[in-house]
């Protein structure tokens, strides 16, 4: 059985985190791959577009190759960010998980890596508070509060 597992939450919540240490083993695809030189992680809002786009091409040859297990590690925080994942991991047999990391909105602006203001990640967390009522309900979803 092939499995996709999309990471859902606000930055700073854990998705990474969780991740690493419950999804070893696992083809791993994020726009933030994109930021990242020389190890260190260097955002550019102006790549953003980008970094989604060759995000989705790799994750895209994981599918057609067939990796049995594969993560998307990007906030997703509107149906519309998920969707063409969802579409994808469908069409090709998978078996789609949605994996909502939840955390206090100041807690992930403190420990977040990417700079994020309190007020954009308040934000954020609202609008993925809201879609979450909107998701089908045939769509597998796992809260993991952190």
Request: hydrophobic fraction near 40%.
């Amino acid at each position: 059985m092939k499995k996709l597992v999309i990471m859902r939450g606000i930055p700073g919540c854990g998705k990474s985190t969780y991740v690493r240490t419950q999804l070893q083993g696992a083809k791993v695809f994020s726009a933030d791959d994109w930021f990242m030189r020389s190890g260190k992680y260097d955002f550019k809002p102006q790549e953003i577009g980008q970094a989604h786009e060759h995000c989705f091409r790799r994750f895209m040859q994981a599918v057609q190759k067939g990796e049995p297990r594969i993560v998307v590690d990007n906030t997703n925080t509107h149906l519309w960010e998920m969707s063409p994942y969802i579409l994808a991991g469908d069409s090709y047999d998978y078996v789609i998980e949605i994996i909502e990391v939840q955390c206090d909105p100041a807690v992930a602006a403190e420990r977040g890596i990417h700079g994020v203001p309190t007020h954009i990640i308040s934000r954020m967390h609202s609008d993925m508070m809201a879609q979450t009522t909107q998701m089908p309900p045939w769509w597998i979803r796992t809260v993991v509060e952190n």
